[in-house]
């Protein structure tokens, strides 16, 4: 219980800041998180939210400022969660998000002593991503696109979203603008009416081929292909337009149904020298740039020679695999969304790779799979989505009995949850590199290299 109570104000002192990058204050051991709120910053808030274990405060007055604090823009960025680190300087974040790694090795792992180099940023923190998923809804008779409030669905209007490639942010209200001139009516989330839902826009960072993904509730689109000419007139860019339909009361973007409306059903881009087709549902790393350091990384911490057999486990498109397939005997890759398998499989035969295999599936069933039919890796990579891996994958990477395993993470927590399973069957952590791929925002990557013990 605490003594905090709604809708009060309070002065606080900030002393510490959630992974979330929220500022956190404790009134009689009660915390409090805060947005917009460093450590050491005095602040008067009032508790807008008062739950069991913690609650939310708001700013209503800074007595003093962090040096570390940094002008924000638009503080629609931090209240959508675009940019919700944006208050902060980039080395700040950089640090932050090196100690993120180093609590959760210390308190979840219990590897103190491992150590962990400083995150490696970019010269440029801005302007980065490569793709967008943009709402649209209607407001006032018009079509309006922007980022939902923070754990709502209340649309904030954005024209710059400070962290997207800017040709996108353009194209996202080209698109719009046209969708209203064809009178496209917005898709009502309440009555799963209506039915544009989002534009989904990707842009090659080197090709600079762009992809416009057209999300609608239902299949018959009235002057689709009109539309979609118009878009190509407009940007030139553009190579690929595609309608995906999704008619289910759901918070997950596409549907899996898919119609070409224009041009192509891939775009390309290049990594580390070699191109990609890149399929509407296909994995792809958004920030480009950081993609390239962060595969080098690991590439160097695998020391590769021509007699190793390596796996690449949730390997997407194939672009780790296929970035290091010349320097080893034979790449295994294993991805569940078969898309991205086609894309991987194309992406080794255009790039002339013929020393690589892809399979479809959950890389939990292929692994073991593998394990029996005695293939027997030297190298493992792994690169799972946020929940990181499953024991059953774990298990059998280890039967299998490699001499490295290298572990990209997009998540410190499950990472050391991980790595203190490894740890235990006799694979030991030996060091981690933070690579920032997400500028002005709290998501962490890194990369591990793990050696069998001896
Ligand atoms: N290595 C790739 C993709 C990393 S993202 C790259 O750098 O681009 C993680 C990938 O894991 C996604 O493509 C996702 O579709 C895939 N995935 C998610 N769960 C999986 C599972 N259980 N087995 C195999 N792949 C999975």
Redesign the pocket.
Known sequence: MTSVEKNKTYTVTIDDLSHEGLGVAHIDGYPLFIENALPEEEIKIKAVKVGKKFGYGKVMERFNSNPERQEVKDLDLLRSGIAPLSHMTYEYQLRFKQQQVEKVLKTIAKLPDLSVAATLGMEHPFEYRNKAQIPVQKVDNQLMTGFYRKNSHDLLPIEDYLIQDPKIDQAITTVRDILQRFKVKAYNERENTGFIRHIVIRRGHYSHEMMIILVTRAERFFKGAEIAETIKAELPEVVSVIQNINPEKTNVIMGRDEKILYGKATINDTLLGKTYQISPQ????VNTEQ?EI??QTAIEFADLNSEDIVV?????????GLSLAEKVKHVYG????PQ?IEDAKANAKNNGIKNANYEI??????MPRWAREGIEPSVV?V???R?GL?EK?IEASVAVNPNKIIY?S?NPATLARDLRRYEDLGYRAVKVQPVDLFPQTHHVESVTLLVKAV
């Not at 690449?312 to 780790?320: N, S």
């Not at 294993?334 to 969304?337: G, K, M, P, R």
């Not at 599936?361 to 292929?366: L, N, P, S, V």
């Open positions: 296909s994995f792809y790393q993609t962060l595969y690449d486990a949730y390997c997407g498109i194939g672009t780790i294993v991805e569940i969304v991205a599936g959950k890389a939990e069933k292929i990579f690169d799972p989505p929940k499953d994958f990209i997009c």
